[in-house]
């Protein structure tokens, strides 16, 4: 893995927690805060899709357009899950375990779905996931989830991570099997998520944009830099980084999420938290190298 493949997923792990920030500092407008980032990523990428399209190095088949269309319901109900969960529980819960428990549902699905034998090294990792998902949630103190609401953040946190490896799946196909340029994947499911959360805006325009006051700035901000993370993943697979390394590295965003939600939001991070994260990422790692 070359300095500059390794540079980029640094860069993405921090633009990927940062913009996961900023989406919880909005995250009372809820919905309609997805449809305003999703109009501003459609905008701002708007010309690096034309200028492909006009290039002609883009074949449509009927099944790359399927895959396009699953993608953006995927990364609709992924949108929305993550939004609300910072609705409802802290970003140091919600974004460690959203990231945690994609790695951990795939290798899950593999042994039960497609019957692969789980080896020891997977088998570690899945506990260590779940053991940091514990540490993480509770704080040390069981007790934390027979409180009001003590369980929303790991609710929230392990449907969006279910959500994430669904579209990982989906997204990998297209852009490995069918040839779908990352660029195009991404921005067309914006675009159709600005389609389905439209009749948000039309119902009521004035509500809306009511809700939406003193929050564009982080619309801006999450349109450019939720698609830039994606993008500069693939771009350091694209240098020739191994999937193998690159996937594990991209999670130390979520020690990166949880020191955020401690410095800059003031939740209640403590030891606990960020030792749950350090067992987290040990845990993904091991399913990511099994």
């Not at 449809?35 to 200028?51: E, G, Q, S």
């Not at 995927?74 to 802290?90: E, K, M, P, T």
């Not at 549902?105 to 779940?130: D, F, K, N, Q, Y």
Request: net charge positive; aromatic share 8%; hydrophobic share 60%.
């Amino acid at each position: 893995m070359t300095l500059a493949s390794l540079l980029l997923v640094v860069l993405a792990s921090f633009i990927h927690a940062t913009w996961n920030l900023l989406a919880k500092r909005a995250a009372p407008v809820g919905p309609v805060f997805v449809f305003a980032y999703n109009l501003v990523a459609c905008a701002a990428y708007a010309p690096w899709v034309l200028y492909l399209l006009a290039q002609g190095s883009i074949a449509w088949t009927a099944e790359g357009a399927g895959f396009v269309l699953l993608s953006g319901l995927i990364h609709l109900a992924y949108s929305l899950c993550l939004q609300r969960g910072y609705q409802v529980a802290d970003l140091s819960v919600v974004y460690p375990v959203a990231r945690g428990t994609g790695p951990m549902l795939s290798t899950i699905g593999a042994i039960l779905i497609l019957g692969e034998a789980p080896t020891g090294r997977g088998l570690a990792g899945l506990l260590l996931v779940v053991a940091g998902i514990g540490l993480i949630a509770t704080r040390g103190e069981l007790s934390a989830f027979r409180r009001p609401g003590g369980q929303a953040g790991v609710h929230w946190g392990t449907a969006t991570g279910g959500l994430i490896a669904s579209y990982t799946v989906v997204d990998a196909y297209a852009v490995k099997a069918l040839g779908v340029a990352p660029v195009v994947l991404d921005w067309f499911s914006n675009l159709l998520r600005l389609f389905l959360l439209l009749p948000l805006v039309v119902m009521n325009p004035r509500r809306a944009l009511a809700r939406m006051r003193g929050f564009w700035w982080l619309a801006v901000a999450v349109g450019l830099l939720s698609p830039l993370s994606y993008i500069l993943v693939l771009a350091a697979l694209m240098e020739g980084a191994p999937l193998t390394l690159v996937a594990p590295m991209r999670e130390m965003s979520m020690m990166v999420g949880a020191l955020m939600g401690m410095l800059i939001l003031r939740e209640a991070v403590g030891p606990w938290r960020l030792a749950g994260c350090g067992v987290l990422i040990a845990g993904v790692i091991l399913l990511s190298t099994t």
